[in-house]
């Protein structure tokens, strides 16, 4: 999805999948558990790496599968990494209280490495870039 804004003859076009949440106008409301945006990972895509091993993400190379073994049908539907992925009560910290969490996520890989660095790989974790405050992290149900 390719987003654009117009400011004062100052135009700014990006495919950023998080960058609907600079432009978004949620009036406050919680998007659901639908995703219509965001991270890709787990949600409408994998990555397939040279060796055939599938990753949820081309920056996030946690091993879910190898298409020269596994049924591809059968990894997406069966593992256990892309279903946690899927689940919005999975998600720690910001990221899992967030209203917006149908139309973004976060970033999967940024969330992981920096738990990594902290001594606790998480790919749940909050993503330690997300600049939203406020009621849209007010507590969902």
């Known amino acids: 999805m390719i987003f654009s804004i117009n400011a004062d003859s100052l135009e700014i076009v990006t495919g950023d999948p998080v960058a609907s949440q ?3 106008e949620t009036e406050n409301k919680d998007l659901g558990d639908i995703s219509s945006g965001g991270c890709a ?3 409408s895509g994998l990555t397939i790496l040279p060796d055939g091993t599938l990753v949820p993400c081309r920056r996030l190379q946690i091993p879910i ?13 069966t593992s256990d990494v892309l279903n946690a992925l899927r689940n919005r009560k999975s998600y720690k910290g910001k990221c899992g209280n967030c209203k917006r969490w149908a ?11 920096c738990s990594m660095a902290d001594g606790e790989p998480d790919i749940l974790a909050a993503d330690p870039q997300c600049f939203i405050e406020g009621a849209e992290l007010e507590k969902v149900n």
């Open 22 to 24: 600079f432009i978004a």
């Open 41 to 43: 990972a787990g949600i």
């Open 65 to 77: 599968g190898n298409i020269r073994k596994d049924s591809l049908r059968e990894v997406w539907a």
């Open 103 to 113: 139309e973004c996520r976060g970033c999967r890989a940024i969330a992981y490495y």
